[in-house]
Nanobody, 124 residues
Framework: QVQLVESAGGLVQAGGSLRLSCAAS????????MGWFRQAPGKEREFAAA????????NYADSVKGRFTISRDNVKKMLYLQMNSLKPEDTALYYC?????????????????WGQGTQVTVSS
């Protein structure tokens, strides 16, 4: 089993940047696909980005492509999401998640482990 803890999010103005971190503990982190999801009030939790166990492959939702960058450090057992050119519609609770099967999937149901979520608010 793996435990995931996101860093504090924050409040940022539109056009600004923010980096989220997720610390992992427990079973080998380096073999898991890792992802970031987000959930806005009244909406379903949606995929944002995923990264393969080696970091060699990444995948992004169209809504964040070109603005967000997912990365990982397997030695430190850390996952990151660099968010640039933020928009008010990026406001959501952001979750990191782990898929022990390493599938590089965008489906939330394929991720077995979840952090508690961290709030990101983008003001206009």
């Amino acid at each position: 089993q793996v435990q995931l803890v996101e860093s504090a999010g924050g409040l940022v103005q539109a056009g600004g940047s923010l980096r989220l971190s997720c610390a992992a503990s427990g079973r080998p982190f380096s073999s898991y696909t890792m992802g970031w999801f987000r959930q806005a009030p009244g909406k379903e939790r949606e995929f944002a980005a995923a990264i393969s166990w080696s970091g060699g492959r990444t995948n992004y939702a169209d809504s964040v492509k070109g603005r967000f960058t997912i990365s990982r450090d397997n030695v430190k057992k850390m996952l990151y999401l660099q968010m640039n050119s933020l928009k008010p519609e990026d406001t959501a609770l952001y979750y990191c998640a782990a898929d022990a099967q390493g599938r590089m999937t965008m489906r939330k149901y394929d991720y077995e482990y979840w952090g508690q979520g961290t709030q990101v608010t983008v003001s206009s």
